[in-house]
């Protein structure tokens, strides 16, 4: 079956990292991009930024360029989502997602929660 | 980047009528590339339309899709208990690609 499992919540303090998987699961990881998108509390959805699984290019939102890092780990078939200086605007569910580089997203992981406090 | 506005913010009908979902583009969307997404609480988004007007794998007719350039409807004939959700829009026509604020369909 075709899956997208994240990890488990996280809480981090004000000026910490948070570090979120994202395994995927049956279907060909080259011929896809994995997306993250963030959902703060009642709030749309943002898109943070993507990973190419067949050569590791990335491209990420202006908003999030230089506290963001989206890796490809072609052994674990796994991408990760690495977010710094984190403030109380972070806290939200973070989604992983599977499309093209500019194109809608047809598989979505189950989301991780963020929490981001003193 | 391109603003995406959906009204109602809130629509309250009941099963069994017709739901008409509005998503206007601040700018023309390129070649049409506007989807529809189904949110219900605790779960992550699920793609219901691609292309403005193309369902997605498992998606029942009484859903589609329709506009193009700066204004796109998502209609649902006829509403069934499971269809109350949020429902946003995406733009992918434009990088980076934006999604809209969400319209909340609740029972009336």
């Known amino acids: 079956q075709v899956h997208l499992v994240q990890s488990g919540a996280e809480v981090k303090k004000p000026g910490a990292s948070v570090k979120v998987s994202c395994k995927a699961s049956g279907y060909a990881f080259s011929t896809y991009a994995i997306h993250w998108v963030r959902q703060a509390p009642g709030q749309s959805l943002e898109w943070m930024g993507w990973?190419?699984?067949?050569?590791?290019?990335?491209g990420y939102s202006q908003k999030f360029e230089g506290r963001i890092t989206i890796t490809w780990d072609t052994s674990a078939s796994t991408a990760y989502m690495d977010l710094s200086s984190l403030t109380s605007e972070d806290t939200a569910v973070f989604y992983c997602a599977r499309g093209g580089i500019d194109l809608y997203y047809d598989l979505w992981g189950q989301g991780t929660l963020v929490t981001v406090s003193s | 980047e391109i603003v995406l506005t959906q009204s109602p913010g809130t629509l309250s009908l009941s099963p069994g009528e017709r739901a008409t979902l509005s998503c206007r583009a601040s700018?023309?969307?390129?070649?049409?590339?506007l989807a529809w997404y189904q949110q219900k609480p605790g779960q992550a988004p699920r793609l219901f339309i691609y292309?403005?007007?193309i369902r997605a794998s498992g998606i029942p007719d009484r859903f589609s899709g329709s506009g193009s350039g700066t204004d796109f409807t998502l209609t649902i004939s006829r509403l069934e208990p499971e269809d109350f959700a949020v429902y946003y829009c995406q733009q992918y026509g434009s990088s980076p690609c934006s999604f809209g604020q969400g319209t909340k369909l609740e029972i009336k």
């Open positions: 292309d403005a007007s």
């Open positions: 700018q023309s969307v390129g070649s049409s590339y």
């Open positions: 990973v190419i699984a067949d050569d590791g290019r990335t």
